[in-house]
T-cell receptor
Framework: KAGVTQTPRYLIKTRGQQVTLSCSPI?????VSWYQQTPGQGLQFLFE???????NKGNFPGRFSGRQFSNSRSEMNVSTLELGDSALYLC????????????FGSGTRLTVV | GQQLNQSPQSMFIQEGEDVSMNCTSS?????WLWYKQDPGEGPVLLIA?????ELTSNGRLTAQFGITRKDSFLNISASIPSDVGIYFC???????????FGKGTKLSVKP
């Protein structure tokens, strides 16, 4: 079965712009989580969505937001981009209710210039 | 907030050698997970541990969940070039908690 699909793979944006990243989870997976990965901070949890509702939220500013659609696909949005937002953004999905671990996508590499 | 201390930060080993890395936490986790990340890809789950003291193997990989639920180690036996990558430990609270990741161990294997 298809894995977690993230689009686009690479993105270059200018400071002050906004960006939307997309994630399609594995079929049947209803929980989608987003992580930011940077060399200095490692993997940091952004938020988790389940059944179109945000279930958990990490310690990121309000410029970072997300949503989930009825087909479990998820998007995250970053507004007013800053240079420090340059990172690999990873999406992970799992079945929930006993799902073993999380399956990660290949990520979207965002570069803010 | 919660933090996982993963060590060593990096390792340079000869092909065929065994590898050991560990992770400690100030908090108790119900689940410990070990992931491997190749360049340009997302982390891939290697082993999941659910019970304190549990020892689990996956091929040449062996991982153990510490008795105190605050630590875990991962061993790789007879390393091969394709073992190169970054290995992450992650702790999960409860069945619905998010993952807290260690900073990773970068493994380099010399043929």
């Amino acid at each position: 079965k298809a894995g977690v699909t993230q689009t686009p793979r690479y993105l270059i944006k200018t400071r002050g712009q906004q960006v939307t990243l997309s994630c399609s989870p594995i079929s049947g997976h209803r929980s989608v989580s987003w992580y930011q990965q940077t060399p200095g901070q490692g993997l940091q949890f952004l938020f988790e969505y389940f059944s179109e509702t945000q279930r958990n939220k990490g310690n990121f500013p309000g410029r970072f937001s997300g949503r989930q659609f009825s087909n479990s696909r998820s998007e995250m949005n970053v507004s007013t981009l800053e240079l420090g937002d340059s990172a690999l953004y990873l999406c992970a999905s799992r079945r929930d209710r006993g799902g073993i671990g999380y399956t990660f996508g290949s990520g979207t590499r965002l570069t803010v210039v | 907030g919660q933090q996982l201390n993963q060590s060593p930060q990096s390792m340079f080993i000869q092909e065929g050698e065994d590898v050991s890395m560990n992770c400690t936490s100030s908090s108790i986790f119900n689940t410990w997970l070990w992931y491997k990340q190749d360049p340009g890809e997302g982390p891939v789950l290697l082993i999941a541990l659910y019970k304190a003291g549990e020892l689990t193997s996956n091929g040449r990989l062996t991982a153990q969940f510490g008795i105190t639920r605050k630590d875990s180690f991962l061993n790789i036996s007879a390393s091969i070039p394709s073992d190169v990558g970054i290995y992450f430990c992650a702790g999960q609270e409860g069945s619905q908690g998010n993952l807290i990741f260690g900073k990773g161990t970068k493994l380099s294997v010399k043929p």
